[in-house]
């Protein structure tokens, strides 16, 4: 809009410009009286004529003894003469005029007489012009909409990627190795007939270094490594994610060999044919597209497609067929020890107090991805550069891991006494639930300053990274979820709307027991539901439910149980250990916040299973 402005006033500055030079070369008269032919015949009759100049044979610029200038007009057909002799001038009379013919059209005259004309048009020329210029800015913007968005790295040796960056993930890597290989020395494969891979597919959950790893591959290789995300084929129009996957296909082939990353592919990469409405038709041109550009590439085109998705089970079979993304490499989320080394990578550039102690932060972090690692130490710096300190304490890190769970605390929310003893009931009910019971984690902190949206919390931390569980576990867990509302009862006969999304938890995590890990003895073992296809609106209008009415009832009766069983639980456990409930709860008045050992000094150590 800025810009808009400047051209006008460029215009108009340009306009003033034309319009004073014009005036400069038009000539000023001295305001030549207007007269008639008549009185010009009288006139030379007299001898008060000294010449007549007669411009574009209609007009008579008159200069008379007195050197006065006089205008007049006459019929183009007649000569000067002519038209004075039929006025009755006489041949003597007419020699005593100098007359002239200047048929030279005047600059300045014609000029004078073109420019009203020929003004208003330059002004809505020069309109035109300016706005056709900002049309023609976003038009061109309309004409690169089919160009790709793909961001290209050209690594150099100074921010060069390698697999040193990316930790973990010793057998991604030996994996992909063979595509560097490729990727170096093509011809060592080809000479035996061997296929370069198209694709590869890199599966793992959000934030566990897909990306990194894929630079990682490119910096290992020293090629140039384009990068764009699935959802940024989809546009509103039709047809643009489609006209952008050739022009990336074209672009890569260019500067071959080259790594081309599609991050969420599953944006554009699910099943066809599911859904309802045009965007879906969009998102399967898009996917035909990068089937068609994979399939179209010659074996001799050195450019490998690496896509990064968290939902490999969504994905068309078509994508995963030999010839396109066969290989697929699984990034896993860290464990502790890959949490260690990730810390320490991110911990390089940042001062840390000789008491931060890494394994330790490692073993309190499980579930969280490098991603979170990474924020982790970043909001940890954050916070110790508000504290105005200049190195980062291992407390401050501790406290950012909930800072990163649950969001930051508020401490602008402040509870009625009331309100603290209820939170303080609630949370002990939790803790005390899930210390009494033999199969749940140990709890590692219970607090009732209100983090995000939670009123309070308890945390637990499993003694060592688990990535399977069993029945009891869960039943324990779901009894430990429901231990929150069962203190508010016990202890206020009444109950609150705390526990609002324990409830909604703790109904997910039983309808999760019966209906995907087949764990109920009335129903047997199978899932019920295909999670799958519950990705689309439309399967899931027609398919979701595989089961008959009467399972449904049965799957409804059964979840039912389990969580009025795990009610019963909790609330026989926070009876039977009310000493305790009440002294935690004391504590966590004055207190606030119970670490592990405070509250092991209350309740005991935790029974063995
Ligand atoms: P994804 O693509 O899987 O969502 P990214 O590759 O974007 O994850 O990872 C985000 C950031 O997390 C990275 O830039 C890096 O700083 C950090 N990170 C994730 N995994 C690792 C790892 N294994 N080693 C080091 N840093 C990691
Ligand atoms: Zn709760």
Redesign the pocket.
Same mark, same amino acid.
């Given at each position: 809009m800025k810009n808009l402005f400047g051209k006008f006033i460029t215009a108009l500055v340009v306009l003033a410009l034309i319009l004073g030079v014009f005036s400069m070369i038009t000539p000023s008269f001295n305001e030549p009286t207007v007269v008639s032919l008549s009185q010009v015949a009288s006139a030379v009759k007299s001898g008060e004529i000294t010449s007549v100049v007669v411009k574009e044979n209609t007009k008579l610029f008159i200069t008379t003894k007195d050197n006065k200038q006089q205008i007049a007009t006459k019929e183009v057909s007649e000569s000067v003469s002519e038209m004075l002799t039929n006025l009755g001038v006489t041949a003597e009379e007419l020699k005593t005029v100098d007359i002239r013919v200047d048929n030279e059209k005047g600059v300045g005259a014609s000029l004078t007489s073109w420019l009203p004309f020929i003004l208003p048009f330059v002004i809505v020329l020069f309109v035109i012009f300016f706005f056709l210029r900002q049309v023609q800015g976003a038009n061109n913007k309309a004409m690169s909409f089919g160009q790709t968005q793909a961001r290209m790295f050209n690594q150099n040796a100074k921010n060069k990627i390698t697999f040193a $960056? @990316?930790?973990?993930?010793k057998e991604a890597k030996i994996e992909l190795e063979e595509i560097v290989e490729f990727l170096k020395h093509p011809q060592k494969f080809t000479s035996l007939g061997a296929k370069i891979p198209k694709g590869v597919l890199?599966m793992? &959950? !959000?934030? =566990?270094?897909? =990306?990194?790893?894929?630079?990682a591959v490119a910096g290992e290789a020293g090629v140039p490594f384009f990068s764009i995300s699935g959802s940024e084929f989809v546009e509103m129009f039709v047809g643009v994610g489609a006209s952008r996957v050739r022009d990336l296909f074209k672009k890569a082939k260019k500067s071959a060999p080259c790594i081309i990353f599609i $991050?969420e592919i599953d944006a554009v990469g699910r099943q066809r044919g599911a859904g309802l409405g045009g965007s879906h038709d969009e998102r399967e041109q898009t996917l035909n597209q990068i089937l068609v550009e994979m399939d179209g590439m010659e074996t001799k085109v050195n450019v490998i497609v690496m896509a990064?998705t968290?939902r490999p089970d969504v994905l068309d079979p078509a994508l995963l067929r030999p010839g396109r993304f066969d290989r697929r490499v699984v990034?896993d989320m !860290?464990d502790i020890k $890959?949490r260690e080394?990730?810390l320490k @990578?991110?911990a390089k550039d940042k001062p840390l107090a000789s008491d931060v102690a890494l394994d330790v932060i490692a073993q309190r972090t499980p579930g969280f &991805?490098?991603? $979170?690692?990474?924020?982790l130490l970043n909001e940890a710096a954050i916070a110790t550069a508000r504290a105005n300190k200049k190195q980062i304490a291992h407390q401050t890190v501790l406290d950012s891991i909930e800072k990163v769970l649950l969001g930051p605390e508020r401490k602008s929310h402040i509870m009625s006494e009331k309100e603290k003893l209820v939170t303080a009931y609630h949370e002990a009910g939790h803790a005390v639930v899930a210390h009494y019971q033999p199969h749940t984690d140990p709890v590692h902190k219970v607090s009732i300053i209100s983090r995000g949206r939670a009123g309070g919390y308890t945390l637990k931390l499993p003694t060592q990274d688990k990535s399977l569980h069993t029945k009891q576990e869960f039943i324990e867990d779901l009894a430990m979820i429901l231990g929150g509302q069962a203190a508010e009862e016990v202890f206020f006969k009444d109950v609150s709307t705390g526990p609002s999304s324990d409830l909604r938890k703790a109904t997910e995590l039983a309808k999760a027991i019966v209906m995907e890990y087949g764990m109920n003895d009335r129903l047997g073992p199978r899932t019920f539901g295909d999670k799958n296809d519950m990705v689309f609106l439309g399967k899931d209008l027609a398919h979701a439910r595989d089961y008959s009415e009467s399972i449904a009832q049965v799957i409804d009766e059964e979840i039912e149980k389990l969580v009025k069983e795990a009610k019963k639980t909790a609330v026989s456990l926070v009876t039977k250990y009310k000493d305790q409930m009440d002294a935690v709860v004391k504590e966590l008045m004055t207190k606030e916040t119970l670490e592990r050992a405070e509250f092991e000094a209350i309740c005991g150590a935790k029974p063995s299973k």
């Amino acid at each position: 809009m800025k810009n808009l402005f400047g051209k006008f006033i460029t215009a108009l500055v340009v306009l003033a410009l034309i319009l004073g030079v014009f005036s400069m070369i038009t000539p000023s008269f001295n305001e030549p009286t207007v007269v008639s032919l008549s009185q010009v015949a009288s006139a030379v009759k007299s001898g008060e004529i000294t010449s007549v100049v007669v411009k574009e044979n209609t007009k008579l610029f008159i200069t008379t003894k007195d050197n006065k200038q006089q205008i007049a007009t006459k019929e183009v057909s007649e000569s000067v003469s002519e038209m004075l002799t039929n006025l009755g001038v006489t041949a003597e009379e007419l020699k005593t005029v100098d007359i002239r013919v200047d048929n030279e059209k005047g600059v300045g005259a014609s000029l004078t007489s073109w420019l009203p004309f020929i003004l208003p048009f330059v002004i809505v020329l020069f309109v035109i012009f300016f706005f056709l210029r900002q049309v023609q800015g976003a038009n061109n913007k309309a004409m690169s909409f089919g160009q790709t968005q793909a961001r290209m790295f050209n690594q150099n040796a100074k921010n060069k990627i390698t697999f040193a $960056d @990316v930790e973990g993930n010793k057998e991604a890597k030996i994996e992909l190795e063979e595509i560097v290989e490729f990727l170096k020395h093509p011809q060592k494969f080809t000479s035996l007939g061997a296929k370069i891979p198209k694709g590869v597919l890199l599966m793992g &959950s !959000p934030g =566990t270094g897909k =990306t990194l790893m894929a630079k990682a591959v490119a910096g290992e290789a020293g090629v140039p490594f384009f990068s764009i995300s699935g959802s940024e084929f989809v546009e509103m129009f039709v047809g643009v994610g489609a006209s952008r996957v050739r022009d990336l296909f074209k672009k890569a082939k260019k500067s071959a060999p080259c790594i081309i990353f599609i $991050d969420e592919i599953d944006a554009v990469g699910r099943q066809r044919g599911a859904g309802l409405g045009g965007s879906h038709d969009e998102r399967e041109q898009t996917l035909n597209q990068i089937l068609v550009e994979m399939d179209g590439m010659e074996t001799k085109v050195n450019v490998i497609v690496m896509a990064a998705t968290n939902r490999p089970d969504v994905l068309d079979p078509a994508l995963l067929r030999p010839g396109r993304f066969d290989r697929r490499v699984v990034i896993d989320m !860290p464990d502790i020890k $890959d949490r260690e080394a990730i810390l320490k @990578v991110h911990a390089k550039d940042k001062p840390l107090a000789s008491d931060v102690a890494l394994d330790v932060i490692a073993q309190r972090t499980p579930g969280f &991805s490098g991603a $979170d690692l990474a924020n982790l130490l970043n909001e940890a710096a954050i916070a110790t550069a508000r504290a105005n300190k200049k190195q980062i304490a291992h407390q401050t890190v501790l406290d950012s891991i909930e800072k990163v769970l649950l969001g930051p605390e508020r401490k602008s929310h402040i509870m009625s006494e009331k309100e603290k003893l209820v939170t303080a009931y609630h949370e002990a009910g939790h803790a005390v639930v899930a210390h009494y019971q033999p199969h749940t984690d140990p709890v590692h902190k219970v607090s009732i300053i209100s983090r995000g949206r939670a009123g309070g919390y308890t945390l637990k931390l499993p003694t060592q990274d688990k990535s399977l569980h069993t029945k009891q576990e869960f039943i324990e867990d779901l009894a430990m979820i429901l231990g929150g509302q069962a203190a508010e009862e016990v202890f206020f006969k009444d109950v609150s709307t705390g526990p609002s999304s324990d409830l909604r938890k703790a109904t997910e995590l039983a309808k999760a027991i019966v209906m995907e890990y087949g764990m109920n003895d009335r129903l047997g073992p199978r899932t019920f539901g295909d999670k799958n296809d519950m990705v689309f609106l439309g399967k899931d209008l027609a398919h979701a439910r595989d089961y008959s009415e009467s399972i449904a009832q049965v799957i409804d009766e059964e979840i039912e149980k389990l969580v009025k069983e795990a009610k019963k639980t909790a609330v026989s456990l926070v009876t039977k250990y009310k000493d305790q409930m009440d002294a935690v709860v004391k504590e966590l008045m004055t207190k606030e916040t119970l670490e592990r050992a405070e509250f092991e000094a209350i309740c005991g150590a935790k029974p063995s299973k």
